[in-house]
């Protein structure tokens, strides 16, 4: 090659080799807007700023070299990196602790003293960098000087799963993967159809995770990793939520290949989807019908589920599914604001069956279809005009998490009670390999699951219309009613009692604390539950006898616990919320047992027998009130919404006045109805 350039090669990598590690910092600093916490954990600290300068003294060396940060809670992709003036990139946003690496180009490390800078972003966001070391050389080389190969295994079968690895303080490490079609990788983070990969690390002891949705039991190992050695790891996971009859879906995911945001490309996704043990995949990318079918047979996935055809239908009055679509069918126009109009052309598009209305209470295009303005939560009402003829509404989307996870079910029991027939689902929503995980909101809807790769996928649409599915992140709850009517079913109730038995389920690594059960919306029963985590399958059943009721009434039980630690589940923070408080937890719910308590073989709405009981009684308040009493607080927030719309017969703190004299179901159901009106200015 030249003796020139021989002795220029060989000068580079002796110089590189003689560098040793360089440590910038080794202390946490906090960056973000003095005064203007993003979460309560950062109300009493003070940051140093949107900016971070920090000098630092080093020796030159002429070849390239990997940055490392150990960052936590960056949830804006605005955040620049810095070195000497030169731009690396940005920190990645990730709101879990991650170690992120960046390259540095040859010379820009220079004798003496060197400024590593932090530029952040025009918005609130409080994150955290803990450490930043500069090591001499490419990722490949720096990645290379350690290996292990780890696998996965089912019984002695491997099977597609995530593989999560961590340091010693639990960041995702930074690692280095050979590209291969079969695996999704990101830093910590490795999904595989194989059930195996052979992953570059630094010498350093991790903890290795092994995972495959919250059917499956979490593996996990400590091992040591020495430079120049090649490792092997074995971990095995088994199936402990075993759901017969049932299959797992989740109906909304996308991809950055056909949506053009987010960072999954299509190719990416199978694994993640088999990895996750996802049975029905539905492709929701935004105003376009995505196929991964293609993808799927190219990667030899085609044994571990069913994809289906779909289209997020992103207009700026909401963001709708719609699915199964044929191939070949014309796109719907998004840029339509009237629900009826929308829902016609949807319901038009050859093949659809379900159309879900997509985190409601999310605000795009400065729109949210839950709104005060828009909806009242206690009645259902929807002052906007038309129709909530949606066949499922996303309770729980996992990558879009509210601050309360209980505020989209106040939404949906709403709904019910208005007299919707409206499947309540979880989704996960993610445009991501890892940052939000791909089926971590799930639904599971009653249909054949005798082959994930032949799912009947007009059963799956039929039960998911029919209220016949259960949803949740980390648990899922069942019900059965006086012994054989499930989940979807009208119950006809013989005696003077009804009895209610609750399954809570999930895997030993989730942990369930509290059951409850809701009537028309409002908590009528709750357990306390102890000696869950470590139970994977059933762990409680739960038996209420309730008096039977005196007119049509609706049950769902929902379970709910503490929110997973392991790094390798991590619950995301809401990227839309209120305040700066925020509880996570797993949650799983029921969709209604509808009770035929009046026994005409039918259901009647609350908001049918509001609006009978003023037709009978009128307008009289206190007539009214003495009617009320043998009801429920759901069915005085419908009454309190009837009066709400006409003229007053009374003045405001005539009511008031009345209103204290009566029940307290009474008072909460109209306090119910006030609280959900639109605030002033």
Not at 248 to 272: A, K, N, W, Y
Not at 656 to 677: E, M
Request: glycine letters at 8%.
């Amino acid at each position: 090659m030249g003796l020139i350039r021989f002795l220029f090669l060989s000068f580079c990598f002796l110089q590189s080799v003689a560098v040793a590690d360089l440590l910038i910092f080794d202390e946490p600093k906090h960056l973000g807007t003095s005064g203007v916490p993003e979460w309560r954990e950062f109300a009493s600290k003070t940051p140093l700023g949107m900016n971070l300068k920090h000098v630092f003294q080093a020796q030159a060396f002429i070849g390239a070299g990997t940055l490392l940060i150990w960052q936590d809670d960056v949830k804006s992709g605005g955040w620049q990196v810095r070195l000497n003036g030169r731009g690396l990139g940005r920190l990645l946003t990730y709101e879990s602790k991650v170690v992120h690496s960046l390259e540095v180009p040859p010379g820009t490390i220079k004798d003496g003293l060197n400024t590593f800078e932090i530029l952040g972003p025009k918005m609130i966001d409080d994150v955290v960098l803990h450490r930043a070391v500069l090591l001499p050389g490419m990722a490949a080389d720096v990645f290379g000087k350690a290996s292990l190969e780890i696998s996965v295994k089912e019984g002695d079968q491997s099977v597609p799963c995530r593989i999560t690895i961590t340091d010693t303080d639990g960041f995702l490490a930074p690692l280095y993967v050979a590209a291969d079609r079969n695996l999704a990788i990101r830093p910590g983070v490795v999904y595989t159809l194989s059930g195996k990969v052979r992953a570059g690390l630094l010498p350093g002891r991790y903890k290795i995770y092994a995972t495959r949705g919250f059917e499956y039991s979490m593996a996990s190992e400590e091992v040591e990793v020495k430079a120049g050695s090649k490792g092997k790891v074995t971990l095995r996971i088994k199936r402990e939520v075993p759901m017969p009859g049932y299959v797992s879906c989740d109906t909304h995911i996308h991809v950055r290949t056909f949506s053009g945001h987010g960072d999954s490309t299509v190719e990416e996704r199978i694994p993640t989807i088999a990895g996750e043990y996802i049975e029905l995949a539905v492709a929701t990318d935004h105003n376009v019908h995505a196929d991964y079918e293609p993808f799927q047979q190219k990667a030899g996935a085609d044994e571990y589920f069913t994809t289906v055809i779909g289209n997020e239908v992103t207009t700026k009055v909401g963001h709708f599914n719609a699915y199964p679509i044929k191939k070949a069918s014309p796109v719907v126009d998004h840029r339509s604001e009237d629900w009826p109009t929308l829902m016609s052309h949807m319901r038009n598009t050859p093949g659809v069956q379900v159309i879900q209305l997509n985190h409601p209470r999310n605000v795009h295009s400065g729109f949210s279809p839950t709104s005060p303005e828009h909806f009242n939560f206690a009645t259902g009402q929807n002052p906007r005009g038309p129709d909530w003829n949606f066949d499922a509404f996303e309770v729980i989307t996992s990558a879009a998490l509210q601050d309360d996870l209980m505020r989209t079910f106040r939404d949906w029991f709403g709904l019910l009670n208005y007299g919707y027939r409206i499947t309540g689902l979880a989704s996960s929503d993610t445009h991501d390999v890892a940052r939000y995980i791909l089926g971590q909101g799930r639904t599971y809807v009653a249909c054949d699951d005798s082959d994930p790769s032949r799912v009947p996928v007009d059963q799956v649409c039929k039960s998911l219309r029919e209220g016949r599915a259960l949803f949740g992140m980390g648990l899922l709850t069942n019900m059965k009613v006086d012994g054989k009517f499930e989940v979807g079913d009208l119950a006809s109730i013989q005696g003077d009692k009804v009895i209610a038995e609750v399954e809570v389920l999930g895997p030993s690594w989730v942990e369930a604390d509290t059951v409850v059960l809701y009537q028309n919306g409002y908590k009528i029963r709750e357990r306390q539950l102890s000696g869950t985590r470590g139970k994977g399958g059933l762990k409680a059943k739960v038996k209420w006898v309730i008096p039977k009721p005196r007119y049509d009434v609706w049950l769902v039980a929902v379970a709910k616990g503490p929110a997973v630690k392991e790094p390798c589940w991590e619950i995301p923070r809401p990227y839309q919320h209120k305040g700066i408080d925020w509880e996570p937890s797993v949650i799983g719910a029921t969709n209604p047992v509808w009770i035929d308590a009046d026994g005409d073989a039918k259901f009647t709405s609350l908001r049918h027998y509001a609006k009978k009981l003023v037709r009978d009684v009128g307008t009289n308040p206190k007539k009214l009130f003495e009617h009320l009493v043998a009801h429920d607080s759901a069915m005085a927030a419908q009454v309190a919404g009837i009066l709400y719309n006409l003229p007053p017969v009374l003045k405001p703190n005539s009511l008031d006045s009345l209103l204290k004299k009566t029940s307290l179901h009474i008072q909460q159901g109209f306090k119910d109805f006030n609280n959900a009106l639109p605030k002033g200015p």
